[in-house]
């Protein structure tokens, strides 16, 4: 069965940072691209970043650019999103969701965590 | 970027009724690369349909996609209590974007 599961979330004051996790188990992690999605309260779904399964090709929207990183470690099935200079409007769930093809491009989501949730408040 | 308008914003049905909601592209998508997600409140979202029209694995036949190029839609032949959600499609021809969604509310 395949899970993802999300951690790191939680309250942090604007400017400040934030890792977020995603532990994946019941596939073969190295052979799937993988996604950050995120929902602010209330709202509807905004993709956020992905990687390929090599990590040799990734994207990100653009007002996440220059401010997140993705990466992900193979050898501990594992995605990550790092944060940095967090403002009240990257208030959300963070959702990982695994792409369908081994390539990134033109991958659908079709495995999705349970979320973390971030909070940008002072 | 590619962006997707959904309508209508609410669909409000009753659990036997057929619902009928569309996914418009401000150009037009490639391959047919749309898919629509279901949402619950307090859920994660979950696939339904890829490539317009596929099924994702263990979706009810009741669910079907169609459209090609600039229109797509998701029915819902006869809904049943546990299709009441918010409905999201999502093009992944150019980088990935989503809809801003549609509730199917209970009437």
């Known amino acids: 069965e395949v899970q993802l599961v999300e951690s790191g979330g939680g309250l942090v004051t604007p400017g400040g940072s934030l890792r977020l996790s995603c532990a994946a188990s019941g596939f073969t992690f190295s052979s799937y691209s993988m996604n950050w999605v995120r929902q602010a309260p209330g709202k509807g779904l905004e993709w956020v970043s992905s990687?390929?399964?090599?990590?040799?090709?990734?994207y990100y929207a653009d007002s996440m650019k220059g401010r997140f990183t993705i990466s992900r470690d193979n050898a501990k099935n594992s995605l990550y999103l790092q944060m940095n200079s967090l403002r009240a409007d990257d208030t959300a769930v963070y959702y990982c969701a695994r792409g369908s093809r081994i390539q990134l491009s033109n991958s659908v989501f079709d495995y999705w965590g349970q979320g973390t949730r971030v909070t940008v408040s002072s | 970027e590619i962006v997707l308008t959904q309508s209508p914003g609410t669909l409000s049905l009753s659990p036997g009724e057929r619902a009928t909601l569309s996914c418009r592209a401000s150009?037009?998508?490639?391959?047919?690369?749309l898919a629509w997600y279901q949402q619950k409140p307090g859920q994660a979202p979950r696939l339904l349909i890829y490539?317009?029209?596929s099924r994702a694995t263990g979706i009810p036949d009741r669910f079907s996609g169609s459209g090609s190029g600039t229109d797509f839609t998701l029915t819902i032949s006869r809904l049943e209590p546990d299709d009441f959600a918010v409905y999201y499609c999502q093009q992944y021809d150019s980088a990935w974007t989503f809809g801003q969604g549609t509730k199917v509310e209970i009437k």
């Open positions: 990687i390929s399964s090599s990590s040799g090709y990734i």
């Open positions: 490539d317009a029209s």
């Open positions: 150009q037009s998508v490639s391959n047919n690369y």
